[in-house]
């Protein structure tokens, strides 16, 4: 893979992990998972929409276009946990 693919490729993989690790965790814990995924959410879809227009290969613009698709998913994710994350804390 060309060096503009595989770290956020990566990223959206960890990222994906730590999405779904937060929601067994308690308070504390869960909400640093959760600014890691958001932040990892944005990467990936900045990084994908990014790359995306500087490589040539239809793989790796595929590929690209997954952790494009996998960032947003992960950001609406977390916008969709804080209600049950954060909310009833205030």
Same mark, same amino acid.
């Given at each position: 893979?060309?060096? %503009?693919?595989?770290?956020?490729f990566?990223? *959206?993989i960890v990222g994906?992990?730590?999405?779904?690790?937060?929601?067994?965790?308690s308070y504390p814990t869960s909400a640093v998972l959760w600014s890691l995924a958001c932040a990892s959410g944005i990467?990936? %879809?900045?990084?994908?929409?990014?790359?995306? *227009?500087?490589?040539?290969?239809?793989?790796?613009?595929?590929?690209?276009?997954?952790?494009?698709?996998?960032g947003g998913i992960m950001l609406l994710g977390v916008t969709l946990s804080a209600i049950f994350l954060f909310v009833p804390r205030m």
């Open positions: 893979m060309k060096r %503009l693919v595989l770290p956020p990566i990223v *959206s994906l992990g730590l999405f779904w690790n937060h929601f067994w965790q990467y990936c %879809l900045y990084a994908g929409i990014i790359h995306r *227009s500087e490589v040539e290969n239809t793989t790796h613009k595929a590929i690209l276009l997954a952790v494009t698709v996998i």
